[in-house]
């Protein structure tokens, strides 16, 4: 059974830092994808970027992210690492972490098969 795990979040004051966590089970990371996903109230799920297990080729979907959310990951724990800093209030959102078997990353949420249950980001002062 593959399950997808993230922890991590939190409530975090504007310019603070969070690190997310995926951990995966059920298949051993190789030639996947890891995808982030965030979902703010009202608002549509959006990708935001996604890790490729095999090489860590990271594609970015969200310029305002962009050198502020490294991401990084760990084969040999199962794990992929979302750090998030320079924290706005626009980044609170739910936070997803999604797989896809042998592929590169996408930025449609219908592309992924296996989901996390999400982790609470919340930035405010």
């Known amino acids: 059974q593959v399950q997808l795990v993230e922890s991590g979040g939190g409530l975090v004051q504007p310019g603070g830092s969070l690190r997310l966590s995926c951990v995966v089970s059920?298949?051993?990371?190789?030639?996947?994808?890891i995808g982030w996903f965030r979902q703010a109230p009202g608002k549509e799920r959006e990708g935001v970027l996604g890790?490729?297990?095999?090489?860590?080729?990271?594609?970015y979907y969200v310029d305002s992210v962009k050198g502020r959310f490294p991401i990084s990951r760990d084969n040999a724990k199962n794990a992929v690492y979302l750090q998030m800093n320079s924290l706005k209030p626009e980044d609170t959102a739910v936070y997803y972490c999604?797989?896809?078997?042998?592929?590169?990353?996408?930025?449609?949420?219908?592309?992924?098969?296996?989901w996390g249950q999400g982790t609470q980001v919340t930035v405010s002062s």
């Open positions: 890790i490729r297990s095999s090489d860590a080729a990271t594609t």
């Open positions: 999604a797989a896809r078997r042998w592929a590169n990353c996408q930025r449609t949420r219908n592309a992924y098969d296996y």
């Open positions: 059920g298949f051993t990371l190789d030639y996947d994808a």
